[in-house]
């Protein structure tokens, strides 16, 4: 259980994969369950990423057992109202951003108990891989040859 001080309003985490990056707040909600991130009101237990909610954004069961992950493994699921900032990048590569910005994220809150959970199941390794530049002389693509004459 994260220690509520009266300075501390939310717990940052920066995500990144290829090209996407995610700002992920974990809000501590108020006595009327309920936490105000701008102009919004969000419920204890709801996610939102860029102003929708997170199932809009991320439909299938496959993105919900992924992104909910790191709060499962924490027992934080239903503990926070989580704000998420994503831009850059295709789905596959936001969802791996916001994953790892929600466990970056949760780190924060108790670090030694979080941390060791975390780490076994690699969730702050950022995948390096990245879309290889196209290189000049290759017909369009990065590894491929122009095809020589025959005769």
């Not at 996610?47 to 992950?69: A, D, H, R």
């Not at 850059?88 to 790892?100: I, R, S, T």
């Amino acid at each position: 259980m994260p220690k509520k001080s009266k300075d501390i309003k939310f717990y940052e985490g920066v995500g990144r994969r290829k090209t996407s990056v995610a700002v992920v707040r974990l809000y501590i909600p108020g006595k009327d369950k309920m936490a105000v991130v701008g102009e919004q009101k969000i419920k204890e237990g709801e996610m939102w990423v860029n102003g929708k909610k997170i199932e809009e954004t991320f439909p299938s069961l496959y993105q919900k057992v992924q992104y909910l992950k790191p709060l499962k493994l924490t027992k934080a699921d239903d503990r926070f109202c989580v704000s998420i900032q994503v831009n850059g990048g295709g789905v596959n590569g936001q969802l791996d951003a916001v994953v790892h910005g929600l466990s970056r994220a949760v780190e924060k809150t108790d670090k030694e108990v979080v941390r060791s959970i975390l780490k076994k199941d690699l969730f702050f390794k950022r995948d390096p891989r990245a879309r290889q530049r196209r290189m000049v002389g290759t017909g369009g693509k990065s590894r491929r040859a122009k095809q020589s004459p025959k005769r």
